[in-house]
């Protein structure tokens, strides 16, 4: 048995059955009054993993479940450095390795150490259902998303639309779409398995809400060197970018450039070769708004 209490007035149970040659996961719920035959009837299969995550079929409720010897920290909300990186104040989940969420959907971040090496860092629950629960259940509280720029991408099919939400620390969260909604959101530098067309979303966040750099996702949802350059700034006429060998120059036309671009500073300037303002694009690591996704439970 993993897990065994009651939350926001419902019982759950959280097992594993296994045998020699596999393991499956239990859980149920059911208010606490309910017997506990339905409460080990009812149980229905789930993934197993190092980190369970559990949410009830009747209340809010997401439940998280780290290995006994391990911690789990919480944070909501996020401040970016001029570099673009992302910083979180982290709080201790006060039952250690175990934590639960009483609300439809965990707006937070979980990091989970265990002897001091973090094993696992991402959002909670990743909600795709509108870009405004994307930038919210990456544990990032923001202002109404708005719409920046809408054209296309040459080379790549349909109409793109880029959108920022402001966040407390002034810093902008950043999705670039071909659809109103996320079939697929691109975190890494390899193909989503099994995906192809629309639908497809990546995401970045940047210091200066006037000039900001993104990668420009794949249909099958990878990220590269391709990426758009958006500018607000009155009288930009260039972006520079670090390339293979030195810098590189893209026009911009209505404040935007698409271009190839190696991880590093990236500047708008005026026709003068004054710099009007610059941003970061970070390195070639799995993310989501800027911040890197952790998963290592083998080494």
Same mark, same amino acid.
């Given at each position: 048995?993993?897990?065994?209490?009651?939350?926001?007035?419902?019982?759950?149970?959280?097992?594993?059955?296994?045998? +020699?040659? #596999?393991?499956?996961?239990?859980?149920?719920?059911?208010?606490?009054?309910? *017997?506990?035959?339905?409460?080990?009837?009812?149980?229905?299969?789930?993934?197993?993993?190092?980190?369970?995550?559990?949410?009830?079929? /009747?209340?809010?409720?997401?439940?998280?479940?780290?290995?006994?010897?391990?911690?789990?920290?919480?944070?909501?909300?996020?401040?970016?450095?001029?570099?673009?990186?992302?910083?979180?104040? !982290?709080?201790?989940?006060?039952? @250690?390795?175990?934590?639960?969420? /009483?609300?439809?959907?965990?707006? +937070?971040?979980?990091?989970?150490?265990?002897?001091?090496?973090?094993?696992?860092?991402?959002?909670?629950?990743?909600?795709?259902?509108?870009?405004?629960?994307?930038?919210?259940?990456?544990?990032?509280?923001?202002?109404?998303?708005?719409?920046? !720029?809408?054209?296309?991408?040459?080379?790549?099919?349909?109409? !793109?639309?880029?959108?920022?939400?402001?966040?407390?620390?002034?810093?902008?969260?950043?999705?670039? *779409?071909?659809?109103?909604? *996320? /079939?697929?959101?691109?975190?890494?530098?390899?193909?989503? $398995?099994?995906?192809? @067309?629309?639908?497809?979303?990546?995401?970045?966040?940047?210091?200066?809400?006037?000039?900001?750099?993104?990668?420009?996702?794949?249909?099958?949802?990878?990220?590269?060197?391709?990426?758009?350059?958006?500018?607000?700034? $009155? @009288?930009?006429?260039?972006?520079?970018?670090? /390339? +293979?060998?030195? @810098?590189?120059? *893209?026009?911009?036309?209505?404040?935007?450039?698409?271009?190839?671009?190696?991880?590093? $500073?990236?500047?708008?300037?005026?026709?003068?070769?004054?710099?009007?303002?610059?941003?970061?694009?970070?390195?070639?690591?799995?993310?989501?708004?800027?911040?890197?996704?952790?998963?290592?439970?083998? #080494?």
């Amino acid at each position: 048995m993993l897990f065994l209490g009651d939350v926001s007035g419902r019982r759950f149970l959280v097992y594993v059955r296994y045998d +020699e040659r #596999s393991a499956t996961l239990y859980h149920s719920d059911i208010p606490i009054q309910g *017997a506990v035959e339905d409460l080990v009837g009812g149980a229905v299969a789930g993934p197993l993993g190092p980190l369970v995550t559990v949410t009830s079929t /009747a209340v809010p409720v997401t439940i998280g479940l780290a290995p006994a010897a391990c911690a789990i920290e919480r944070s909501i909300g996020a401040s970016a450095s001029p570099e673009n990186t992302v910083e979180h104040k !982290w709080a201790g989940a006060p039952d @250690g390795s175990w934590t639960a969420w /009483a609300a439809p959907d965990p707006q +937070e971040r979980w990091r989970v150490g265990c002897d001091g090496k973090i094993r696992s860092e991402a959002p909670a629950v990743l909600d795709t259902s509108s870009y405004e629960h994307l930038i919210s259940s990456a544990g990032i509280q923001h202002e109404p998303l708005r719409q920046r !720029w809408s054209g296309p991408i040459e080379g790549s099919p349909g109409t !793109w639309t880029l959108s920022t939400a402001r966040l407390p620390s002034g810093a902008v969260a950043v999705v670039l *779409a071909d659809a109103p909604a *996320a /079939a697929t959101v691109a975190t890494t530098f390899t193909a989503a $398995p099994g995906r192809g @067309g629309s639908g497809v979303v990546s995401t970045s966040i940047s210091a200066d809400p006037d000039v900001i750099v993104i990668r420009v996702p794949s249909p099958s949802g990878q990220l590269g060197d391709r990426v758009l350059i958006f500018t607000a700034k $009155p @009288g930009a006429t260039q972006a520079y970018v670090r /390339a +293979e060998i030195g @810098g590189l120059g *893209a026009a911009l036309t209505g404040g935007v450039a698409v271009t190839n671009a190696r991880p590093g $500073p990236v500047a708008v300037r005026d026709a003068t070769g004054a710099e009007l303002g610059s941003t970061w694009l970070l390195e070639e690591v799995s993310q989501l708004f800027g911040e890197r996704l952790v998963s290592d439970w083998e #080494s």
